[in-house]
T-cell receptor, first 116, second 113 residues
Framework: DGGITQSPKYLFRKEGQNVTLSCEQN?????MYWYRQDPGQGLRLIYY???????QKGDIAEGYSVSREKKESFPLTVTSAQKNPTAFYLC???????????????FGAGSRLTVL | QKEVEQDPGPLSVPEGAIVSLNCTYS??????FMWYRQYSRKGPELLMY??SSGNKEDGRFTAQVDKSSKYISLFIRDSQPSDSATYLC?????????????WGAGTKLIIKP
């Protein structure tokens, strides 16, 4: 079955540690995205990538980093510079990309990061 | 003021009722309007999307856009317990060469058997 796999599902880390969230898709989509979801707020875009070896900052990129070395993979690193990293992180992909208004996103099941 | 406002709920209704979920927005440049459903501890999944004003129907679901009032709605007929989820609205407008997608915070819906 085609889809997006995020791992780990739950992650606990101490303050000051970097952590990397994995996102893999087998949908053959060109565009991939990372969102953060917090209670009472809409999804906020962290980074997105429309092609391999290229990515763009979203609205809240500070304290995060990404890479896009393969079409299928778009890992997110939450660095120690992120002031409030505890959140639910969602990875998504799309066929059309951000240049299309009808950009339908397919999401993974999410990774919940808790920083102690 | 948020660009997209959505009542967080929870909205609790009996099985079989008609449900109305709504979002208001402030930016008249929004052109595409979407509804996603998110079950607990899962990622959102697309239910429907519409372009500009008007209605769109898909089975028990109807999406309605009123651009003059800056208001969109999702109606669910014959609601089922399996419809219990959080419903997110999202809308996009052109920003430079790309489209920017803005999300509502979601409305939690509970269908009581």
């Amino acid at each position: 079955d085609g889809g997006i796999t995020q791992s780990p599902k739950y992650l606990f880390r101490k303050e000051g540690q970097n952590v990397t969230l994995s996102c893999e898709q087998n949908l053959n989509h060109d565009a991939m995205y990372w969102y953060r979801q917090d209670p009472g707020q809409g999804l906020r875009l962290i980074y997105y990538s429309q092609i391999v070896n290229d990515f763009q900052k979203g609205d809240i990129a500070e304290g995060y980093s990404v890479s896009r070395e393969k079409k299928e993979s778009f890992p997110l690193t939450v660095t120690s510079a992120q002031k409030n990293p505890t959140a639910f992180y969602l990875c998504a992909s799309s066929r059309q990309g951000a240049s299309s208004g009808a950009n339908v996103l397919t999401f993974g099941a999410g990774s919940r990061l808790t920083v102690l | 003021q948020k660009e997209v406002e959505q009542d967080p709920g929870p909205l609790s209704v009996p099985e079989g009722a008609i449900v109305s979920l709504n979002c208001t927005y402030s930016n008249s440049a929004f052109q595409y309007f979407m509804w996603y459903r998110q079950y607990s501890r899962k990622g959102p999944e697309l239910l429907m999307y519409t372009y500009s004003s008007g209605n769109k129907e898909d089975g028990r679901f109807t999406a309605q856009v009123d651009k003059s009032s800056k208001y969109i709605s999702l109606f669910i007929r014959d609601s089922q317990p399996s419809d219990s989820a959080t419903y997110l609205c999202a809308m996009s407008h052109r920003r430079g060469s790309n489209y920017q997608l803005i999300w509502g915070a979601g409305t939690k819906l509970i269908i009581k058997p």
